[in-house]
């Protein structure tokens, strides 16, 4: 699955996308960020406090409890505001 990242996710991370293969026991968003952690010091420190992250899968926003059994994009953003 396609992977995007955005605002300080993206810079932290250091990359805009990357194309994962998740195992099978990663079933959900917040599955996905906890397994993504580990991949590198910049995932550890953009995925380090899960409870500023908002998703989207297939460009529907969702909770990070939302399955991604069959998603072909997962979003990962930082809360926005407008103004």
Do not use: C, N
């Not at 932290?12 to 906890?34: H, M, N, S």
């Not at 550890?44 to 909770?63: E, G, I, M």
């Amino acid at each position: 699955m396609k992977l995007l990242y955005f605002a300080w996710v993206r810079e932290r991370i250091g990359l805009a996308e990357e194309d994962v293969t998740a195992p099978a026991e990663v079933a959900t968003v917040a599955d996905l960020v906890a397994w993504l952690a580990p991949r590198s010091p910049g995932h550890t420190a953009a995925f380090a406090d899960p409870a500023r992250l908002r998703a989207a899968v297939d460009q529907a926003f969702v909770s990070l409890d939302t399955p991604i059994a069959g998603a072909r994009e997962v979003a990962i953003f930082p809360p926005v505001t407008g103004g």
